[in-house]
């Protein structure tokens, strides 16, 4: 039994490796492979770029693939989506196809773009929404590089940006959002109803979810006399309720909480004053709502 898994090549690459790596699979690539290795005998994975990803879920060659929900509307492939998964290359904050213009191009919304030239590599969807318009374009697959084609080459662009810092490098301006898009697991329809490989995927994808709970979290234990507990519990930020356990001497209790990392360097000067001693921060994995 074994699950065809694909992963995204490129820039979500990297993240995508280590990402599983924290859920618990250890995939390794040698030199010009694009079947990397994993510790899991039940995973066969294949490395795509993640345009074609939902394509071949679709098409059943592949089980289970990890793509952007903006391919998935691209190629209007009937998948089954199993979650939402937010990371990418650098940011947690989703990635915005979005109509970009020059500055005093006079373009200020779907409805001025009638007869216009559009660049993209996000085509069909494009069409999609200046139908929704009522809008008649000429709209061009572009092969990247597209904000420098405005305006000598098209009118208008429609681009992924997370920040639009280099849209706006170049002189555009955003007008539209066209699409939000995050990654996304999903599935081959007929591969989510066999018994065995649903089972599979949902449990990588609940490791998968797991990691990324844990991301920016770490873990706290501390031994507190009990004279002082309320006021170093007066202290504690806390996912639910801080964990305590009675210690060997009886005047003491051991303590242990989740928090986000950026707050403890605030927050251990605050617990040492308060009484607590032994202090110990540990990385996290995973966390399982």
Known sequence: ?????ALPKGSLQEATFGLFKKAGFDFRLSARSYHPSVDDPELEATLLRAQEIPRYVEAGVLDMGITGFDNVCECEADVHEVCEMRYSKATTRPYKWVLAVPKGSGIRGPRDLEGKRIATELVNVTKRYLESNGVSAHVEFSWGATEVKVPDLVD?????TETGSTLHAHGLEIVDT????????IANKISWEDCWKRQKIENIAMLLQAALNADGLVGLKMNVPRDVLNEVLGELPSLKQ???????DENWVAAEIIVEEKTVRELIPRLKRAGASGIVEYPLNKVIY
């Not at 208008?156 to 992924?160: D, F, P, Q, R």
């Not at 066209?178 to 697991?185: A, K, N, V």
């Not at 801080?242 to 060997?248: I, Q």
């Open 156 to 160: 208008a662009i429609v681009e992924g």
């Open 242 to 248: 801080p964990t305590l356990s009675p210690l060997a």
């Open 178 to 185: 066209l699409l939000e898009s995050t990654t996304r697991l």
């Open 1 to 5: 039994m074994v699950l065809k898994v």
